[in-house]
């Protein structure tokens, strides 16, 4: 440790154990600061910083009589990276051990009162600056000093001053030991602080949590993560996850637009704001341990689904001030069960603790996928800026055991390989007239040498209109899917995009399989960070699919097969559900209603109603369903 002598004004080193007792200077960079190589080469008379040291100096020796004082500018060698490291890592403790803290505040003015709501003292730019955190918390004593280096007070006499200032409850500026404020709380206390370097923003913080790492110049916003890692490692407190992205320009944060879409960490002290004035302690006794895998975070919370299915993760802190209910993080679903992610635009919520939701959570252990994984929740072969979050893409799901290759889609402008995906936003939609109405994949069992043979065809063709209203389900897929083998047609692939009517062409050929179980596909729907896009599935497996889209009286005859007690349900209804509602509608209107168009409006009505019954109906029988 390098202190400079007050009586000769030069550094001298000192080894661990034998340090005199020294004052320290916290005080925020200007213009002109003194450096080490200044020092060493004899120059620091011709800058203006000189004026700052010979004044620490004189302080030091007339006032609080030590011959040693301590000066971040000058006693640190800055050229070394790894010296700079060890003074960063070591710096909050070279402050609590320094006998004395005096802060240098150069733009408050001789006569300026603290105590008044708009002096000087309280808009100085020292409150303002990451670096000077723990250069009040640290010291037992704090005295600070205006621009003239006359005496204002001490972080104790003006404690409820500084308390209104810097937002830390006054038992922490009067020396209670940091470790019992819960980490948000203390990062909340940076919240409104800035730094020349991004990285400084979580190094400026590592005595605060007792954290020691290197120094990584360069990382940017992943310094501050590094750290919130490291507290993970030493500290149970799950406040850490109890942030969100704030709104307040005077915070210094990461906007929307520069933040990772998904992430456990924050990205910065700004996102704990929240609690500037409200402390956080555990709610019940018992901690669940976290670690870190290299599948995320692996932790123990209670969850539970709203009834908007939503999932949330209920953290062990609660408000001791205000309200005092429980605290939730939203979650979502990706990969398998176990797997979250969070995402970072979406805020804190409190649940009561008497909520049946909250009596219904139950432990589990999860996984929440770290910031920075851009492949988080994505099938293989996509990325998180990729154009899945458009409309109009269909990602195409290969297993490793599928015995057939993708070797060519046409139209070939239609083919993303890098995302394993078909770009559909050229098919004809609502039966538009386009240049071509489909796209096909061609499918086929590579061989030793030359092509590929038993080539199957599986065609994405727009839904239109009438089918889209015929389809069973509530919500119909915007498309149609046909699985052909090659031999079995005589178009030209040219000739099967512009087809008028592959129904027709088709004919006699099921929807979704080859028939002979070389090949089947579905076209399923897939939840992906909250968003519901299309899937392609195709299978070696002889899947039977329903596709009822061809009309109600084809419906009924292939429901008919496997259901007959339903077909027959549906014929009664067909027949009397009308006749019903005519009947109702002509009592209500009264005599002479019955005739046309009176008796026609209840008829179409009930039909109607019947639509809307049978779709319903039929959409939980259409699943695939293994061959006999």
């Given at each position: 440790m390098r202190l400079i002598n007050v009586a000769t004004l030069k550094l001298e080193e000192f080894l661990d154990g034998s340090i005199p007792p020294y004052a320290i200077l916290s005080h925020t960079w200007g213009v002109g600061e003194l450096s080490y190589r200044d020092f060493v080469d004899g120059k620091h008379k011709d800058k203006e910083g000189y004026v700052k040291i010979k004044g620490a100096c004189q302080l030091t020796a007339n006032w609080y009589k030590y011959n040693y004082v301590w000066i971040d500018t000058c006693c640190i060698d800055k050229s070394s990276s790894a010296e700079l490291s060890e003074a960063i890592n070591s710096m909050?403790?070279?402050?609590?051990?320094?006998?004395?803290c005096f802060a240098y505040l150069s733009d408050v003015q001789r006569g300026d009162k603290p105590t008044e709501e708009k002096s000087q003292f309280r808009s100085s730019r020292w409150f303002t600056r990451g670096w000077t955190l723990q250069e009040l918390l640290a010291p037992e004593r704090v005295d600070f000093y205006n621009a003239s280096w006359l005496y204002i007070g001490s972080k104790v006499s003006l404690s409820s001053v500084v308390r209104e200032i810097t937002r830390i409850p006054v038992e922490f500026l009067r020396g209670e030991r940091l470790h019992k404020a819960s980490v948000a709380n203390r990062m909340a206390w940076a919240a409104r602080r800035r730094t020349t370097r991004r990285e400084d923003i979580a190094y400026c913080l590592l005595g605060i949590f007792g954290i020691h790492m290197p120094l990584l110049y360069g990382e940017g916003d992943g310094a501050f993560k590094r750290l919130q890692l490291e507290i993970l490692k030493e500290n149970e407190d799950e406040s850490i996850f109890a942030w969100e992205m704030p709104t307040d320009t005077n915070f210094n944060f990461a906007s929307a637009d520069t933040r990772p879409e998904f992430g456990f960490l924050a990205c910065s002290p700004a996102d704990f704001a929240i609690w500037e004035d409200r402390v956080l302690r555990k709610a019940w006794p018992s901690v669940e341990p976290s670690e870190m895998t290299n599948r995320g975070l692996r932790t123990r919370?209670?969850?539970?689904?709203d009834l908007d299915g939503s999932t949330w993760a209920l953290l062990n802190c609660t408000s001791v001030r205000g309200y005092r209910g429980f605290?939730?993080?939203?979650?979502?679903?990706?990969g398998g069960s176990n797997d979250f992610a969070r995402r970072q635009s979406t805020d804190l919520r409190r649940f009561n603790p008497e909520d049946e939701r909250v009596k219904r959570a139950e432990y589990k252990t999860i996984y929440i996928k770290k910031a920075g994984d851009e492949t988080v929740g994505l099938p293989a072969g996509m990325r998180q800026n990729g154009p899945w979050r458009e409309c109009g893409w269909i990602y195409i799901h290969l297993p490793e055991e599928f015995p057939m290759a993708l070797f060519d889609v046409q139209?070939?402008?239609?083919?993303?390989?890098?995302?394993?995906?078909?770009?559909?936003?050229?098919?004809?939609?609502?039966?538009?007239?386009?240049?071509w109405r489909r796209i096909i994949l061609r499918f086929g069992q590579p061989k030793p040498c030359g092509p590929f043979e038993n080539e199957v065809l599986v065609v994405l063709e727009a839904q239109t209109w009438w089918g889209a209203i015929c389809s069973p389900e509530f919500l119909p897929p915007p498309f149609r899917l046909y699985v052909i083998r090659k031999c079995?047609?005589?178009?030209?692939?040219?000739?099967?995009?512009?087809y008028p009517s592959l129904p027709s062409l088709l004919d006699g050929l099921p929807d979704g399989d080859t028939g002979d179980g070389q090949l089947a596909a579905t076209l399923d729907t897939m939840m992906v960070l909250g968003r519901r896009f299309y899937v392609i599935n195709p299978t070696s497996r002889n899947v039977k699919v329903r596709k009822f889209s061809a009309g109600f009286i084809q419906i009924l005859s292939e429901v008919a097969v496997d259901h007959p007690g339903a077909a027959c349900l549906l014929l009664c209804v067909i027949l009397c559900l009308p006749g019903y509602i005519a009947s109702f509608g002509s009592e209500i209107l009264g005599p002479g209603s019955g005739r046309f168009p009176s008796s026609f409006l209840f008829y179409f009505v009930g039909f109607i109603i019947f639509l809307m019954w049978v779709k319903v109906y039929l959409a939980a029988l259409s699943i695939p369903i293994p061959a006999n």
């Open positions: 909050f403790q070279w402050y609590r051990s320094a006998n004395v919370m209670p969850l539970f689904v605290l939730g993080i939203p979650l979502t679903p990706v139209p070939h402008d239609a083919w993303r390989k890098e995302w394993q995906m078909v770009d559909t936003a050229c098919l004809s939609k609502l039966g538009q007239s386009r240049s079995d047609i005589t178009l030209s692939l040219e000739s099967l995009l512009t």
